[in-house]
C-alpha cells in the first residue's frame, strides 16, 4: 500500500491527510523534524514524502535531496512563494516537485494525483525489474548447472539442458530447483 510521509509543524496535516486519502494512498505518518523523518524513512518504505518548508532543524530542502538518493519516495516540497523558486533551484535535478504556500486545494489536489501516478508507475517498473532480476539469476543458475554436467558427466549442452528440463518436469519443480541441486552435488565432485 502506497503511504504518504508528511514532515510538518504545521495544523493543516489533518486537511492534507484526507486529501490524500481521497488520491488513493492508504496511510499518512508524521513527523516534526529531519531527524524524526531520516529515523522514520530507514524504519520503513513511503511512496511519497511532503516537506512543509521551514522544518525546526533544517530548512528540508537537504532532507528531499537525501530521500529521492537513497529511496524511491516521490518529494513535494511546501514553500513559501517568495523563496519558491531558489528552493526549485536546489532540487529540480533530483526531481523533487515545489510548491508555492499557499496552495490551492484543486492545484495541490492535482498535484498529489499526478505523484500517485507516478508512485503506481515506478512500483510497476519495480516489480518488473524485480522478475527479470529473477530470471536472470536462474538463467546463471541453470547455465552454471549445465556447465558442470557437461564438465563432470561428460554431457553435450543440449543433452545438459535436457536432462535439467526433465528432471524439473519430473520432480513438478522449477530448472532454478533443479540447477541448484546440481552445483550442490557435483561443484565438489
Do not use: W
Not at 516534526?32 to 518548508?53: D, F, K, P, Q, W
Not at 558427466?153 to 535436457?162: L, N, P, V, W, Y
Request: proline share 1%; net charge negative; glycine share 4%.
Amino acid at each position: 500500500m502506497a503511504s504518504v510521509l508528511i514532515v510538518s509543524t504545521a495544523e493543516y496535516v489533518s486537511k492534507l491527510s484526507a486529501m490524500l486519502l481521497d488520491v488513493g494512498f492508504a496511510d499518512v505518518y508524521q513527523a516534526h523534524s529531519s531527524v524524526e523523518a531520516r529515523h522514520l524513512i530507514m524504519e520503513r518504505g513511503y511512496a511519497l514524502m511532503i516537506i512543509n518548508a521551514p522544518l525546526v532543524d533544517e530548512f528540508g530542502y537537504e532532507l528531499a535531496i537525501y530521500a529521492v538518493e537513497n529511496t524511491t519516495m516521490s518529494v513535494l516540497m511546501l514553500v513559501r512563494g517568495e523563496v519558491s523558486e531558489a528552493v526549485e533551484n536546489k532540487v529540480e535535478d533530483y526531481g523533487v516537485v515545489v510548491v508555492s504556500k499557499p496552495a490551492t486545494g484543486e492545484g495541490l489536489f492535482k498535484t498529489l494525483k499526478a505523484l500517485y501516478a507516478n508512485h503506481n508507475r515506478i512500483n510497476s517498473i519495480m516489480q518488473s525489474n524485480r522478475r527479470l532480476q529473477d530470471k536472470i539469476e536462474e538463467l546463471k543458475l541453470v547455465d552454471r548447472a549445465k556447465c558442470l554436467l557437461i564438465a563432470k558427466e561428460g554431457m553435450s549442452e543440449e543433452q545438459a539442458h535436457k536432462y535439467i528440463e526433465s528432471a524439473a518436469m519430473d520432480m513438478r519443480v522449477s530448472k532454478k530447483q533443479i540447477a541448484e541441486k546440481i552445483i550442490s552435488i557435483k561443484q565438489y565432485d
